[in-house]
């Protein structure tokens, strides 16, 4: 894979097992963050021949601008571009106590920031009528009910921003993908459940899981952001990919399969 990545690290354990999976495919990578320590830190442990750090905030249209252009000068290209940077937002479960501004600020992360990210992909990619574009979700872009309303909304709206910016790159040889998970032990996840360790975080994740019997990781995600730039998916664009274990896909309301049903009828 002779290949040059923009990704954006953020809090996520995703971004660096992505970045450590792409290098160990060939590629060149790009890690663009607000976290400048972690981001070094990162380029360090996987080889300096092979990564190369900017400092972006993904909601500041200048930052990412910057962070394109600089793969672009210290690879040559930019093949893909892995919008992976968000945050839970607030952790109001009732929408008549969410403040706006908290509200405001999780949209321009997780939604704005990857507009952004597109934007600036596009403008480099278009030219060579070639490239792929991922963003990474959470079973909240298709689910209500699973987070707060700020992440959910945002969730839901880079898929939309999916769907659109597929639909009008495929023409140029662009490949817009959205790849989105299940509860996987990151640094967010532990963010949320800050009063709780990763062992119990796994253990709720299991717990609830449809697909019992294996867990989630973040190597995981990665494996898909590999496919998805590789030529292998050469023909796969617009497409939410769902790392979810059938979870999106079932309702157990009626229990038809846990004997639930003859209970309650």
């Known amino acids: 894979m002779e290949t040059s990545v923009l990704e954006h690290l953020q ?4 971004g660096e097992a992505t970045a450590i999976l792409y290098t160990q495919h060939g590629a060149k990578v ?29 909601s500041i249209e200048e930052d990412v601008k910057n962070a394109v252009d600089h793969a672009v000068a210290k690879f040559g290209k930019l093949d893909i571009m892995f919008n992976n940077a968000a945050i839970e937002g607030p952790t109001c479960p009732s929408v008549t106590d969410t403040k706006v501004s908290e509200f405001e600020k999780t949209l321009s992360i997780n939604c704005t920031g990857v507009f952004l990210g597109n934007k600036h992909a596009a403008r480099v990619m278009i030219p060579r009528k070639q490239g792929c574009i991922l963003r990474n979700g959470s079973v909240s872009t298709v689910m209500g009910g699973v987070a707060y309303h700020a ?3 945002s ?24 790849i989105s998970s299940f509860l996987i032990t990151t ?6 459940f800050s009063d709780k360790d990763g062992k119990w975080i796994e253990d709720l994740a299991c717990k609830i899981a449809n ?11 990665a494996k898909a952001a590999v496919y998805f730039g590789s030529d292998d998916a050469k023909y796969v664009s617009g497409h939410n990919f ?16 846990n004997n639930l ?3 309650i009828l």
């Open 11 to 14: 809090q996520s354990g995703i």
């Open 30 to 58: 790009v890690i663009a963050d607000i976290q400048d320590d972690k981001g070094y830190a990162v380029c360090k442990k996987i080889g300096l021949n092979n990564t190369s750090f900017i400092h972006c905030d993904v």
């Open 211 to 221: 697909l019992k019997g294996v867990v989630l990781t973040a190597d995981d995600v």
């Open 155 to 178: 969730k839901h709206a880079i898929i939309g921003l999916m769907m659109n910016t597929a639909a009008e790159l495929g023409r140029f040889g662009i490949r817009v993908n959205c």
């Open 151 to 153: 992440y959910t909304i």
């Open 187 to 192: 640094s967010m996840a532990t963010d949320c």
């Open 261 to 263: 049903l003859p209970s």
């Open 242 to 257: 769902m790392i979810d274990g059938g979870l999106t896909t079932t309702n157990e309301v009626f229990g038809i399969f």
